[in-house]
């Protein structure tokens, strides 16, 4: 991207979390990439005054997604444990806005403006521009990234810096047009 990052621009990094990069309880592969690719980020967005976003899974143990109580997902990101913490080589600054996702045992939320106030915090800033990466392409980023456009923001995918499942091979190019249907500009490579 060219264009320097301004105070109408938000960064959300989309559950870059220990349990969602390799070795964790539900890892998305090579999913430790997008690190440095969202540190760079990260970096542009600070040096524009754009605000950050850290978006993260926190769930209840007895989450309706745990294969345990009918969801389809292993236990993964259980609150204040380790594996719901940020990869620990994320540069998420001291300012960046933390959203708490999926915290209610009887409710699942991919995606971050999913009952976090999200949307109201943007707009409250004079947000009109959001791009989106991190983890994963094809379901927390997706539906973030779905969630922005249809609130009205000029949504921007950055390819480079997300990773999908791929649960269902194809996945991840499925995700990425799906989002180009919706109005959301894919962007790869770093700023």
Not at 15 to 22: A, E, G, I, K, L
Not at 61 to 79: D, N, Q, V
Not at 98 to 123: C, H, N
């Amino acid at each position: 991207m060219s264009e320097a990052a301004s105070p109408n621009d938000a960064l959300i990094v989309v559950d870059v979390q220990n349990d969602f990069c390799p070795g964790g309880a539900l890892p998305v592969p090579a999913g430790d990439e997008v690190v440095p690719e969202l540190n760079a980020w990260i970096a542009w967005a600070r040096a524009g005054g754009a605000l950050v976003v850290a978006s993260r899974d926190w769930h209840p143990a007895h989450h309706c997604s745990f294969e345990p109580f009918g969801g389809r997902w292993p236990p993964h990101c259980i609150a204040g444990t380790p594996g719901a913490a940020f990869h620990p080589r994320l540069e998420i600054p001291d300012e960046a806005v933390i959203v708490s996702k999926a915290t209610q045992p009887d409710r699942d939320a991919y995606s971050a403006f999913d009952g976090t106030g999200l949307e109201t915090r943007l707009r409250e800033r004079g947000v009109k521009r959001v791009l989106v990466g991190g983890l994963a392409l094809d379901y927390c980023v997706k539906a973030t990234a779905l969630d922005a456009a249809r609130a009205g923001f000029e949504t921007v995918l950055l390819r480079s810096a997300t990773r999908p499942v791929e649960v269902h091979p194809g996945d991840g190019e499925r995700a990425v047009e799906e989002l180009r249907a919706a109005g959301v500009r894919i962007l790869d490579g770093r700023p």
